[in-house]
């Protein structure tokens, strides 16, 4: 699972999920219909397609309040719950995984928002992602931020890269909670129930503005150019996948091999993942913005989006 985890989700009736449906139903010109979704079912691709896109986007103003996300539905034959819900019930396939993100996951989805300059502002944005949390709650999460540009993402390259006041701020505010610190949460809820390893990459913190952003795994795996450029993470992170897909497990036959180091199991005790970088992959420990982490799970019921 690359860049990626369970993010707590509102149900598909709630309010704001409500309104994306109905935002989509008009564009559509479903609004009319008795059957809005049998209408909706019933519109031509090129309709359907431009009335989905008609809501926010990704790299929108909004972006990673995401409009598209797999919600709970009362339904005992569909989706029941939302997914951190059937984690912490245990109703999830046991099978061994990777998991893990990119240094700065949220620079990509903070490029837009200069109008963000101050703390209340941060506060403000973010209360509009979680509507069943007060804005105390959401006030102690971004509080956990330092307001100063060396704190911020891209990470550790102190008071550059910062784009508007606020940018580095918000930036690792949300790759944390989409994705950084969303990923430790499901990880301390599996440990000990299936195999997992994790990983943080942070080979292209040079990069303006952006560090090692969301997606640039692919550019470094899968873009032959690019792996010449950044050979020695390349070389690691695909040789551990092949033996985890032959092995089950990134430390098999490939990656011995390899003589590379041994990745450990990612559990609640030692908490260690590896972490990629430009020239070596060194073992790091889980620990990073854990005010944050605790702040962030501990309003896990309000924190829906």
């Known amino acids: ?3 990626g985890s369970i993010v707590p989700a509102l149900q598909v009736s709630d309010p ?8 989509v139903v008009t564009a559509a010109g ?3 219909s008795a059957d809005t979704l049998a209408c909706l079912r019933s519109v031509s691709y090129t309709v359907l397609l431009n009335a989905v896109n008609s809501v926010p986007g990704i ?4 972006s990673v309040d995401l409009s598209y996300l797999p919600r709970p539905d009362n339904s005992s ?3 029941s719950v939302s997914p951190e819900v059937s984690i912490q019930n245990g109703a999830y396939t046991k099978v061994p995984i990777i998991i893990g993100d990119q240094e700065d996951e949220g620079t990509l989805f903070s490029l837009v928002q200069n109008n963000i300059t101050t703390t209340d502002q941060v506060i403000t944005y973010l209360a509009s992602y979680f509507p069943l949390a007060t804005r105390n709650e959401v006030a102690e999460y971004v509080n956990t931020y330092p307001d100063d540009p060396s704190a911020g993402s891209p990470f550790n390259t102190g008071i550059a890269n910062e784009l508007y006041p606020q940018f580095k701020r918000l930036a690792a505010i949300l790759g944390d909670a989409t994705f950084t610190l969303t990923r430790r949460a499901y990880l301390s809820l599996v440990s000990g129930t299936i195999p997992a390893w994790s990983y943080l990459s942070s080979y292209d913190y040079g990069t303006p503005f952006l560090g090692t952003f969301h997606a640039s795994d692919i550019l470094l795996l899968y873009d032959n150019p690019t792996r010449l450029v950044n050979p020695v993470p390349a070389n690691a992170v695909l040789t551990y996948y092949v033996s985890f897909i032959n092995a089950l497990t990134p430390n098999g036959p490939a990656a011995q091999s390899a003589s590379l180091e041994t990745w450990p ?3 609640n005790s030692t908490r260690e993942l590896i972490n990629f970088q430009a020239l ?3 073992i790091i420990k889980d620990d990073f913005r854990q005010e944050s982490y605790e702040v962030l799970t501990k309003y896990t019921s309000t924190f829906r989006v």
């Open 30 to 32: 479903c609004s009319g």
């Open 77 to 79: 034959n569909f989706f």
């Open 59 to 62: 790299f929108s103003y909004s």
């Open 265 to 267: 199991n990612w559990d």
């Open 280 to 282: 070596s992959s060194p």
């Open 1 to 3: 699972m690359d860049s």
């Open 16 to 23: 704001k999920p409500q309104g994306i449906y109905d935002s």
